[in-house]
């Protein structure tokens, strides 16, 4: 049974959530809350494997939390799913950057946010797909020169490109098919980037990617 925190200032949503989340046996809704601050004390308490994040909220605002919650050791194994109606580049970004496990729009269809909440339990990430897009779209559109990362000094060119295929959100079976590798041996070079980069998940590794400009629509 994956156990859920719901985090949103709106009485409804958070009612539509736990309705939508009653639908899959496997999911409960185990605390609500209606700020950020109240969401910390209760994950704190209540210690779910997912927390689903509105990001606008009195209070403390769902970054804040987001970050609080990632910086708590006795959190460690809870994941942080933003879910909200900002499609605000900045905000995916730095969601991202905390260490959010994904970003998802109140738009989500019903049965792809509970799949995402399994995702996210099981330790994927993920974007929605419009989310994705738009950060692609922005990154595409303005081109700059990153500043190098010695650490990344380190990488083979192999390694490298799965790095690229990794900050573009694609799954093992997709570096594979992409770098004609098999699906086991993009696993085993994803865990040798997190160990060789210092990196908590997949996520990070993404960070790690579009800062150092490695994510482009056709990486090599």
Not at 6 to 30: C, F, K, S
Not at 113 to 131: E, Y
Not at 179 to 184: E, Q, R, T
Request: hydrophobic residues 45%; aromatic residues 2%; proline residues 6%.
């Amino acid at each position: 049974m994956t156990s859920v925190l719901v985090v949103d200032d709106q009485d409804l949503v958070r009612a539509g959530i736990r309705t939508l989340l009653a639908a899959d046996p496997q999911l409960t809704v185990v605390g609500e809350a209606a700020d950020g601050r109240s969401g910390l004390r209760l994950a704190r308490q209540l210690r779910p494997d997912v927390v689903l994040m509105d990001i606008r909220m009195p209070v403390m605002d769902g970054l804040a939390a987001t970050a609080a919650i990632r910086a708590d050791d006795t959190l460690a194994a809870t994941r942080v799913l933003i879910l909200t109606t900002f499609d605000d580049d900045e905000d995916i970004i730095e969601a991202v950057s905390l260490g959010a496990a994904g970003y998802l729009l109140k738009d989500t269809p019903s049965d792809d946010l509970r799949r995402a909440v399994h995702t996210a339990a099981a330790g994927g990430n993920l974007l929605s797909p419009t989310v994705a897009r738009r950060v692609m779209e922005r990154l595409a559109a303005t081109p700059r020169q990153p500043p190098p990362d010695p650490r990344l000094s380190v990488l083979t060119d192999r390694e490298r490109a799965v790095l690229a295929r990794v900050g573009l959100g694609e799954t093992n079976d997709e570096i594979g098919r992409a770098l004609f590798i098999s699906p086991a041996t993009a696993r085993t070079y994803v865990s040798r980037l997190l160990a060789k980069l210092n990196a908590r998940d997949r996520t990070a590794l993404a960070v790690i990617a579009h800062r150092a400009g490695l994510t482009t629509p056709n990486p090599t």
